[in-house]
Each structure stands twice: as structure tokens, then as C-alpha cells.
């Protein structure tokens, strides 16, 4: 779980920090967050909020929510933000969000590149908020806000942040960290087959990018080619 892999990398990355390890990895962290660990959270808390919404429904009744109703939230939201949005033209659907069968937990198809995943990151944000009254609703949308607002907070200061600010982006990042990790548990406590959440190796990377942030008041956003992007 991530709380485990904080406590054990915590020790490991900052002697590593110390030690000018870490002086070119950081340049191609923040792409673990776009292709990385956005693609498992905007899938896997859209998938449950709507197997929360609906606990008996089929996963061809899934695909035609997502292709439906969710993929209409989503251009009409891209519509309102107009130019600050990049939006995509694939629709929605169970087999481009990875559920393939209730077993498996989803993730975006590779179809949703890098600028798409970040504005779906802002718009599934909006989209849990609006439905925090469904069971676990409030849980999912504080999840997603933490990492959109991490992505926010990158977005609106320079190459460097103050040491009050590089606090606020640390905490706010390592929040969602530990609110993830609470979908996942309570998920795999379930005892039917029906799964929505996974952690892979990228959280790892997300948490070290934090450690890089904290050591050096430094903007992931602002390193190498990635920052041209992003």
C-alpha cells in the first residue's frame, strides 16, 4: 500500500536526494503523473462512483453510462472552458477506461494522451463534486481535488516555489496519496469480484517526486522538455 512505500522510501529517497541521485530522474517524473497514475484514478474513480450510483448494474450497462451520460458531462464541459480545455473526440467506454470484466481494475486506453488525461484530471473533479451525495461520493471527489489541486498548484508558480508553497504542493500531493490508499483498501475488502482500484509502481514515482520537490523548492513542471508540454 502507499502509506507503506512512504515510510520505506522516505528514508531511501532523501539519502539518494542527498547524494545528486535524483539530479536528472525528476526531469520525467511529472509523466507518471499524465501517463502514469491519472490514467488509474480518472478511470477507476469514474467506474466507482458509477458502480456505487448503480451496485447491481451490468458492464454493458456501464458502457453505455460511460458513452452516454458520462461522455456528455465531459463535452459539455470541455465546451464551457472553451480554449482551456483539450478536449478528445474518443468517446467514452468500458473498454477505453480498461474494465474488461469486473475483476480487473480500469485505467485509461493509451488513445487519451498526455494534455487529455491532465484536462480530464480538472473535469473529473467537477464531475465527482456533483455527485458527492452518491455512497462514497465525498471520499472520491476529495481524491481527485487533491491531485487536480497538486496539478494546479504546479501550474500557476515558476521554476521555484517558496519554501511555504513547496509545503502546501507536498502536502497536498502526499493527501492524495493517502486518500487513494483508502479507496484501495476499503476496495479490496470487498468481498464480491468486482474491483476499481489498483496501485502501480508510478504512485511510487508520484511519492518520490514529492520527496524532489520538498529537498529542492523546485517546479516539476518547469524541468526539461516536459514543461514545454505540461
Avoid at 487529455?116 to 461520493?137: A, R
Amino acid at each position: 500500500m502507499v502509506f507503506v512505500v512512504y515510510v520505506e522510501l522516505k528514508v531511501f529517497s532523501r539519502n539518494h536526494l542527498e547524494s545528486g541521485f535524483f539530479h536528472f530522474y525528476p526531469k520525467d517524473l511529472l509523466h507518471a503523473v499524465h501517463q502514469g497514475i491519472a490514467c488509474v484514478l480518472v478511470a477507476a474513480l469514474i467506474c466507482g462512483h458509477l458502480e456505487s450510483k448503480h451496485p447491481t448494474m451490468t458492464l454493458d450497462q456501464l458502457d453505455a453510462m460511460l458513452s452516454k451520460e458520462v461522455y456528455i458531462h465531459y463535452k459539455n464541459w470541455c465546451k464551457k472552458m472553451g480554449r482551456h480545455a483539450t478536449a478528445c473526440s474518443h468517446r467514452f467506454s468500458r473498454l477505453r477506461f480498461g474494465k474488461e470484466k469486473w475483476s480487473s481494475a480500469p485505467e485509461l486506453a493509451s488513445v487519451y494522451k498526455a494534455a487529455v488525461v491532465k484536462t480530464l484530471m480538472f473535469w473529473c473533479t467537477d464531475y465527482l463534486k456533483e455527485n458527492c451525495s452518491v455512497d462514497g461520493g465525498n471520499l472520491r471527489y476529495r481524491t481527485m481535488d487533491a491531485f487536480t489541486r497538486f496539478q494546479y498548484l504546479l501550474d500557476i508558480h515558476g521554476p521555484f516555489f517558496s519554501p511555504e508553497q513547496t509545503a502546501e504542493v507536498v502536502r497536498i500531493g502526499r493527501k492524495g496519496l493517502l486518500l487513494y490508499q483508502k479507496l484501495a483498501y476499503i476496495d479490496k475488502q470487498r468481498t464480491d469480484s468486482r474491483r476499481c482500484y489498483k496501485i502501480i509502481p508510478k504512485f511510487h514515482s508520484f511519492l518520490e517526486l514529492t520527496f524532489y520537490i520538498e529537498q529542492s523548492n523546485r517546479n516539476p513542471r518547469s524541468l526539461g522538455i516536459l514543461g514545454i508540454f505540461f
